[in-house]
């Protein structure tokens, strides 16, 4: 009898830390999860300490600013369920979200199957479509090359801060990437606000016109925060996901200005990528990036409209040809008779100073070196209006492509100015 007294608090710690287990057993993975960094559950311990630190004081601000969670969540073990119920799970669990439909937005990093899942609940369900989250998921699985999930996990928090901003001022229906909001004035965008209004509304008659006319799309989009995109995800996504394009395949082209990263880009998509070629793009490009250097936007946008335009009417010929064959020989004909013109008054100018002296001829002289100069400029001006070797058909090299975040086709090519 004393010998089990003795042992029966042992037993009992048995039978205790036998329930538990049992418990967790029965518990689903996310239930067990705990954190010392608020908003952060690094079960799978993709980051270090001061990772931590700075992600959960970002879920802090965040979730505190406009009352809804944001939560990054790894794991390496969702113990038997999907990514759905295993954030479901977490976020019930764990008596997550805010305000009274307890909103909150997660990112999953799922290890175990290595896979990235975003899941929202409550209030933030209005201001946030399913292309959205399939466009950020996207976005991050980019930012996480070469395991890089510190980045990926900020880009979640930036992106989540532009879409709560929006359910801040209750604009309902805005995206993640800006939103076509109306600017007043069709197929110009512009939010970085280099342009008074009439020259919004000249550029506007001139987009609509040729929409009209070829049935091309064509836009500009001005930006002072590219969200962390590349220019050319920026540009493409704000085409595919704001209603832009003409016909079932969407033609047509838009011109982005991104002053965040000093770079513009031209994205075309359907029949625009085979009408604008890499040597079109280019050909644009050499006349408006040095216009957009020189803070010129106006015309750089006027130029990239007049240009395409001519682009979309000869049918993908090269913008240089407008340089056509008669137009370079009425060209050389006006150099030459005027180098005629130059060379006979100065042989008589070369007779004067010859059979004068005196005052005359220096005067004689003078004349002489002025005639030399305009001479040497007329010839640099011949040399530079010379036929170009492309014959002004169909540019050649064809249009290099790509696939944007929707999954459609785009051409297209930018530069840093």
Not at 84 to 90: G, I, S
Not at 327 to 355: C, E
Not at 393 to 410: I, V
Request: proline letters at 1%.
């Amino acid at each position: 009898m004393t010998d089990q007294k003795k042992h029966s608090p042992q037993r009992l710690a048995t039978v205790l830390l036998a329930l538990v287990l049992v418990v967790m057993a029965v518990l689903p993975a996310s239930a067990a999860m705990q954190t010392d960094y608020a908003g952060i559950y690094d079960d799978a311990g993709l980051f270090v300490d001061s990772e931590l630190q700075q992600l959960s004081q970002q879920s802090g601000e965040l979730s505190a600013r406009y009352g809804t969670d944001i939560v990054v969540v790894t794991t390496g073990d969702k113990g038997g369920q999907d990514q759905y119920d295993f954030v479901q799970a977490l976020y019930q669990n764990n008596g997550l979200g805010r305000g009274d439909t307890r909103s909150a937005l997660f990112l999953l990093l799922d290890m175990q199957e290595y896979k990235v899942y975003l899941h929202s609940v409550g209030a933030v369900n209005n201001y946030l479509t399913n292309d959205d989250l399939d466009t950020l998921t996207r976005d991050i699985v980019e930012a996480i090359d070469e395991d890089n999930y510190l980045a990926g996990s900020q880009l979640f928090f930036d992106r989540a801060k532009q879409l709560l901003a929006l359910m801040d001022t209750g604009n309902i229906g805005g995206n993640l990437f800006g939103g076509a909001q109306d600017t007043g004035y069709q197929k110009i965008y512009d939010y970085a606000e280099l342009l008074d209004d009439e020259q919004e509304k000249e550029l506007s008659q001139a987009a609509v016109e040729i929409a009209d006319q070829y049935q091309i799309d064509i836009a500009v989009l001005t930006i002072d925060d590219n969200q962390g995109k590349s220019s050319m995800a920026f540009a493409d996504d704000f085409y595919d996901y704001n209603g832009l394009g003409c016909g079932e395949t969407g033609d047509g082209l838009i011109l982005l200005m991104d002053m965040d990263a000093r770079k513009i880009w031209i994205s075309t998509k359907g029949k625009a990528i085979e009408l604008f070629s890499d040597r079109n793009i280019d050909d644009i490009l050499d006349v408006i990036t040095p216009k957009m250097s020189d803070d010129d936007y106006y015309k750089a946008a006027d130029k990239f409209l007049s240009m395409s335009a001519y682009c979309i009417e000869h049918e993908g010929k090269r913008v240089s040809s407008q340089f056509t064959p008669g137009f370079i020989l009425l060209a050389l004909g006006i150099s030459l008779g005027v180098g005629g013109i130059t060379i006979w008054v100065m042989y008589a100018g070369h007779k004067n100073i010859a059979g004068g002296g005196g005052t005359a001829g220096r005067r004689g002289a003078q004349s002489m070196q002025l005639y030399i100069k305009e001479d040497r400029f007329v010839s640099t001006h011949t040399s530079r209006t010379a036929i170009p070797k492309d014959s002004g058909g169909h540019s050649g090299g064809g249009s290099s492509t790509h696939t944007s975040s929707s999954g459609s086709s785009h051409g297209g090519g930018g530069r840093s100015f």
